[in-house]
C-alpha cells in the first residue's frame, strides 16, 4: 500500500504563489504515475497535472497551464505543484493521487489518494 499526504496549502491573493506538496510513503516501487487533483463545490474533480515516473512526462489541465508545474522528487518520494498566477477559480481542495504499474492516474482509477490540501485564492 501507498500513503499519501499533502501539504502547502493555505490562502494567498490573487496573483500569488503556492507550492503544494505531497509525501508518499509506502510500497512505492512500482508507481507508474502521480497526480494532482483539484475538487472544488458545484464542480468535478479535475485533474490539475500528471507526471510519468518512468518517463517524466508531465500533462496538465487546460486552466493551469503556464501557471503550474508538477515535479517529482525520487530521493524524497515526493510530489511536488508549483502554482503561480494564482486566480480564484483556483480556489478548491487539492488532492495527491498514485497509481501502481499497469494503472493509470484517473479520477475514476488512480489507486492512492491523500486526503487533501485546501487552497484558497482571493480577489
Known amino acids: 500500500q501507498v500513503q499519501l499526504e499533502e501539504s502547502g496549502g493555505g490562502s494567498v491573493q490573487a496573483g500569488g504563489s503556492l507550492r503544494l506538496s505531497c509525501a508518499a510513503s509506502?510500497?512505492?516501487?512500482?508507481?507508474?504515475?502521480m497526480a494532482w487533483f483539484r475538487q472544488a463545490p458545484g464542480k468535478e474533480r479535475e485533474r490539475v497535472g500528471v507526471?510519468?515516473?518512468?518517463?517524466?512526462?508531465?500533462r496538465y489541465a487546460d486552466s493551469v497551464i503556464g501557471r503550474f508545474t508538477i515535479s517529482q522528487d525520487s530521493a524524497r518520494n515526493a510530489l511536488y505543484l508549483q502554482m503561480n498566477s494564482l486566480k480564484p477559480d483556483d480556489t478548491a481542495m487539492y488532492l495527491c493521487?498514485?497509481?501502481?504499474?499497469?494503472?493509470?492516474?484517473?479520477?475514476?482509477?488512480?489507486?492512492?489518494w491523500g486526503q487533501g490540501t485546501q487552497v484558497t485564492v482571493s480577489s
Open positions: 507526471i510519468y515516473i518512468g518517463s517524466g512526462v508531465t
Open positions: 493521487a498514485a497509481s501502481p504499474s499497469g494503472a493509470i492516474c484517473t479520477a475514476s482509477t488512480a489507486k492512492y
Open positions: 509506502g510500497d512505492t516501487y512500482s508507481t507508474n504515475c
